[in-house]
């Protein structure tokens, strides 16, 4: 008797168990359902912002606004002054707080820059092309800028900003690299 007791308890304690589990499966769907929901009302609701923004978007002061994202990616006020601007590639290269140091921006990756160096391999070559991005040391930390850490308006006023400061058209790039060199 002590035996079917027993069975039945654990038979109940198992069933019990599985219907707790059946049930908390049902709310992590239902929960995750809903998070899908709320996601993608945050991105229709992002878009329906954007594209009034995007109508609106001007950059007044582009050396400020270049100022502004260095700054934030380095982490403390650099008072960018600009040295050069170059079309191909694009490059802007800056002053730090009168003289404290360069920072380079460029829309070329990591990956380009590696290209270009590896393409460039005649030492006297990289002179005679003028190109910062030759020169930069091997252990050159690149900062990527984009929406994720600048802002939403950021992809809509870099080429702005870019076409204000150079004058050059960089069409619908949304990331630059900051070199602090």
Not at 112 to 131: A, F, G, I, P
Not at 143 to 159: K, T, W, Y
Request: charged residues 20%; glycine residues 6%.
């Amino acid at each position: 008797m002590e035996i079917i007791l027993a069975i039945v308890v654990a038979s109940a304690v198992i069933l019990f168990g599985a219907l707790i589990s059946i049930g908390n499966e049902r709310q992590r769907k239902a929960i995750d359902d809903l998070r899908e929901q709320v996601v993608f009302w945050a991105v229709q609701d992002l878009k329906i912002k954007r594209e009034h923004l995007a109508r609106t978007a001007q950059v007044a002061d582009p050396l400020g606004w270049f100022n502004k994202i260095a700054t934030r990616a380095c982490g403390y006020d650099v008072n960018l002054q600009i040295i050069e601007a170059t079309e191909s590639p694009n490059i802007l290269l800056f002053d730090v707080n009168g003289g404290n140091g360069k920072i380079l921006l460029t829309i070329s990756s990591p990956a380009e820059v590696r290209t270009m160096k590896k393409t460039s391999s005649n030492r006297l070559s990289q002179y005679s092309e003028r190109n910062p991005l030759l020169s930069l040391p091997k252990k050159a930390v690149a900062i990527e800028c984009s929406v994720l850490n600048n802002g939403i308006m950021f992809d809509l006023e870099l080429p702005l900003a870019w076409k204000g400061l150079t004058g050059n058209d960089i069409g619908e790039k949304s990331l630059i690299w900051i070199y602090n060199i």
